[in-house]
């Protein structure tokens, strides 16, 4: 079994930052992607961003420029910086990290998610 754990959402003013952290533990032999999604009140999962083994990472456009992704792969851990925070930013965001399961597809495991609020 593999556990996601997520840390560092809260409150903050617009224009503010806020790091995210999540920390896979369990049973893992490897992570081929893990990165963010993120669900605001009434809407629909959407990604924010994701991070290959090899350090790639993809950007929804309404984030590109403003959020950062990175990954510790000896510690499997992925973090998102945020910078310019919009109140269009507030949501749920939940840790995803995708790994290999033996003869069958990967296997994608969720984290409990955090609150993100971005208000004056």
């Known amino acids: 079994q593999v556990q996601l754990v997520e840390s560092g959402g809260g409150l903050v003013q617009p224009g503010g930052s806020l790091r995210l952290s999540c920390a896979a533990s369990?049973?893992?032999?490897?992570?081929?992607?893990m990165g963010w999604y993120r669900q605001a009140a009434g809407k629909e999962r959407e990604l924010v961003a994701g991070?290959?083994?090899?350090?790639?990472?993809n950007y929804a456009d309404s984030v590109k420029g403003r959020f950062t992704i990175s990954r510790e792969n000896a510690k499997n851990m992925v973090s998102l910086q945020m910078v310019s925070l919009k109140p269009e930013d507030t949501a749920v965001y939940f840790c995803?990290?995708?790994?290999?399961?033996?003869?069958?597809?990967?296997?994608?495991?969720w984290g409990q998610g955090t609150q993100v609020t971005v208000s004056s």
């Open positions: 369990g049973s893992i032999s490897s992570i081929y992607t």
């Open positions: 995803y990290a995708v790994l290999p399961t033996w003869g069958t597809s990967p296997t994608t495991y």
């Open positions: 991070i290959n083994r090899g350090g790639d990472g």
